[in-house]
């Protein structure tokens, strides 16, 4: 019995290093010379103390590791509060999507916002949008502002 738990532990760590071997390290993609944003900032969706907001870019390149950055507010001229959503670029695709989700919202409260993309090690991709707002549903509404696949427009 020990003779063949050691044969399937040889086997197992034979398979692992050989993985390893074949195993890439993918460097990052030349930067962007200039990352302009394509389409939006808009509201993908909003309940009474959660949006989202939905933005596409060019690819920034860099690092595969990015993220959402939005920077909001209730005064447009104090914009302190800040989420992020991670996103792994697909350097084949010419545009990225982001996505960031904004928790911990007040109902029917105007909100301002900017965004902008940075790489994982916080790198900004310098590509921050106007000042933008929405303002969030009464308690218990739900809003869909972003057409869902198949969806006609009316």
């Not at 900032?41 to 060019?58: G, K, M």
């Not at 909001?72 to 989420?83: E, F, I, V």
């Not at 902008?116 to 310098?126: L, N, R, V």
């Not at 933008?132 to 198949?150: I, K, L």
Request: include cysteine; glycine fraction near 6%.
């Amino acid at each position: 019995m020990n003779k063949m738990l050691i044969k399937m532990a040889a086997i197992v760590c034979s398979l692992l290093v050989s993985n390893a071997a074949f195993s890439q390290v993918v460097t990052p993609a030349k930067r962007a010379a200039h990352v302009e944003i394509k389409q939006g900032p808009t509201l993908e969706s909003a309940t009474d103390d959660l949006v989202i907001v939905r933005w596409t870019s060019n690819n920034p390149g860099g690092s595969d590791d990015h993220f959402g950055v939005v920077h909001y507010g209730t005064d447009p001229k104090q914009l302190n509060q800040t989420a992020k959503s991670h996103v792994r670029l697909n350097q084949e695709h010419p545009e990225t999507i982001f996505r960031v989700r904004l928790d911990g919202l007040s109902p029917r409260t105007t909100y301002y916002y900017t965004v902008d993309s940075m790489e994982g090690d916080g790198k900004s991709d310098e590509v921050k949008s106007p000042v933008n707002h929405f303002t969030t549903p009464d308690s218990g509404e739900r809003v869909e502002a972003y057409p869902q696949p198949g969806a006609q427009p009316k």
